[in-house]
């Protein structure tokens, strides 16, 4: 399957299940945009889910030759990254922010020295995914690649200095009110609030 066909099926499925929204849409940075990425949506249906797991499970089978574990950050992505490692037979563990620092629970026992792929919902400035890594890192984990279902860069946000692998890759433009193209053409403005993370 090329890219381009593979980001038309995997828009298709966010479309399906409302999780991508096309419309006017006041962010939480307060600027304007034509989509919004309602999260809750891909937990709220897990066949959908699913169906856009398999995807990325098989791009990361074919992309990543060895590696041990799936970790996520809690907990938008928990359940994306514990169905691509059921799917690709490898174990699970998630980060969570403990005191405002990104830290995985001394519970999880077999990571020091493990393999690590990074599953994440969303990349938009890669903050939050760049601290897993970091804390990946003091626990002896090396970084074997990093996935999202979501590129909101479009490509521009490597981290640890690698490209990211993504099923749909689609540059969000933002605009202040001022310079919105859709407040010009006069089209209501909806402000979504179901995400808990800032946009
Ligand atoms: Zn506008």
């Known amino acids: 399957m090329t890219?381009?066909?593979e980001n038309d099926i995997v828009l298709s499925l966010f479309k399906d299940c409302d999780a991508l929204l096309q419309g006017h849409f006041k962010l939480t940075s307060g600027k304007h945009s034509e989509w919004y990425f309602?999260?809750?949506?891909?937990i709220e249906k897990p066949a959908a889910l699913e169906k856009i797991v398999d995807l990325l499970a098989a791009k990361i089978r074919r992309e990543v030759p060895g590696f041990d574990t799936v970790v996520s950050p809690a907990?938008?992505?928990?359940?994306?990254g514990f169905q691509a490692a059921l799917k690709l037979g490898k174990t699970f563990a998630f980060s969570q922010r403990a005191d405002g620092k990104m830290t995985i629970r001394s519970?999880?026992?077999?990571?020091d020295g493990s393999r690590a792929v990074i599953v994440e919902d969303i990349l938009t400035t890669g903050g939050s995914v760049?601290?897993?890594v970091d804390c990946l890192r003091e626990r002896g984990v090396a970084v074997a690649g990093t996935y999202v279902l979501v590129d909101r860069s479009a490509?521009?946000?490597p981290i640890d200095g690698k490209p990211v692998g993504s099923l749909l890759s689609l540059k969000v433009e933002a605009f202040e009110p001022e310079a919105c193209p859709l407040c010009a053409k006069g089209v209501p403005i909806a402000k979504p609030g179901a995400?808990?993370?800032k946009a």
């Open 3 to 5: 890219a381009a066909a």
């Open 107 to 111: 519970g999880f026992s077999g990571l």
């Open 130 to 132: 760049q601290e897993v």
């Open 155 to 157: 490509g521009a946000v």
């Open 75 to 80: 907990y938008g992505a928990i359940a994306i």
């Open 38 to 42: 309602e999260k809750i949506r891909l």
């Open 195 to 197: 995400s808990d993370k």
